[in-house]
């Protein structure tokens, strides 16, 4: 699956790949924002929106100190099947999982 568009988009829907892939399991704590930023080679920065768009949509709960912990395997599904839509199918599946 190629994904285009932001970098903070592109990690967040390879996470959500990794735990439908099984790489990662519900409940399981996974990087730190920090660790993020230094494996997929970006700033805090956009590791921290990456995180914030999975925990927007409920597929990660963030928690200061605590770290990232996977909370929805059906979420990343979703997650996934929106990502690989053509972009004009994508905003508006995405649209209606916002609301």
């Known amino acids: 699956m190629i994904i285009t568009g932001p970098k903070f988009q592109r990690i967040a829907a390879d996470i959500a790949a ?38 927007h949509i409920k597929i990660v709960e963030a928690t200061k100190g605590s770290g990232v912990i996977i909370k929805s395997y059906e979420n990343a599904i979703l997650e996934c099947t929106i990502a690989s839509l053509p972009a004009d199918q994508m905003s508006c599946l995405a649209l209606r999982a916002w609301f």
């Open 18 to 55: 990794k735990i439908v892939d099984g790489h990662y399991r519900v409940g399981e704590k996974i990087y730190a924002r920090s660790s993020l930023a230094s494996q997929y080679g970006v700033s805090s920065e956009t590791a921290r929106r990456a995180v914030c768009v999975l925990s």
